[in-house]
């Protein structure tokens, strides 16, 4: 049973393309989120959602989209592909227990490689 | 803004000994330091974590200090194992979900047989 899922797994693309990647999660959490993991191994957070509503958005180019049908789906719609692009792009998912923090899950990641 | 440092970028022990990566952070009012372990090819998973009304914490082989006051916290991997090779990463961050995860800038863990 995958607690957090993220497809597809490879995303090998060109210049200029439109890409989108999924996200879901069976935890029953209320907060999803968005990483981006460089060649360096950065972790740095893109969005977050609680409940469907938008509560972090990071300094990212607005050619990134972040959509929540559902509060168990988070997906990121990229345009106009760059090479600074290319990198690993996990997803995660945590629900907020008062006064106890929250242990954050996270996908498998999408490589993503522009061309 | 905030800002966790964690050193060392790479740590390189013989299998059996301990292993001790440290960071710090900045924003004062962090409450919740989780510590996750990266394998290659797989997504950060959490193996410990401390929350700021607590100085230390241990779970088996591994242990987590915290120091409120000088903003340092600490992960200690005894008796290490092969398997404890992966890319370590130290966090921060207050206990409501609308706030950010800043983590750190990961060690590269190397256990030598």
């Known amino acids: 049973d995958t607690a957090v899922s993220q497809t597809p797994k490879y995303l090998v693309t060109q210049m200029g393309n439109d890409k989108s990647i999924k996200c879901e999660q069976n935890?029953?959490?209320?907060?999803m989120y968005w990483y981006k993991q460089d060649s360096k191994k950065f972790l740095k957070i893109m969005f977050s959602y609680n409940n469907k509503e938008l509560i972090i958005n990071e300094t990212v180019p607005n050619r990134f989209s972040p959509k929540s049908p559902d509060k168990a789906h988070l997906n990121l719609h990229i345009n106009s592909l760059e090479l600074g692009d290319s990198a690993v792009y996990f997803c995660?998912?945590?629900?907020?227990?008062?006064?106890?923090?929250?242990?954050?899950?996270f996908g498998p990641g999408t490589r993503l490689t522009v061309t | 803004g905030e800002n966790v440092e964690q050193h060392p970028s790479t740590l390189s022990v013989q299998e059996g000994d301990s292993a001790v990566i440290k960071c710090t952070y900045s924003d004062s009012a962090s409450n919740y330091f989780p510590w996750y372990k990266q394998e290659l090819g797989k997504g950060p998973q959490l193996i410990i974590d401390?929350?700021?009304?607590?100085g230390e914490k241990k779970d088996q082989r591994i242990a987590v200090t915290l120091n409120k006051t000088a903003k340092h916290f600490s992960l200690h991997i005894t008796e290490t194992q092969p398997e404890d090779s992966a890319v370590y990463f130290c966090a921060a961050s207050r206990y409501s979900s609308a706030s950010k995860i800043i983590f750190g800038s990961g060690t590269r863990l190397s256990i030598r047989p």
């Open positions: 401390i929350r700021s009304n607590v």
């Open positions: 935890l029953g959490h209320d907060t």
């Open positions: 995660a998912s945590s629900q907020a227990v008062r006064d106890r923090g929250h242990e954050q899950y």
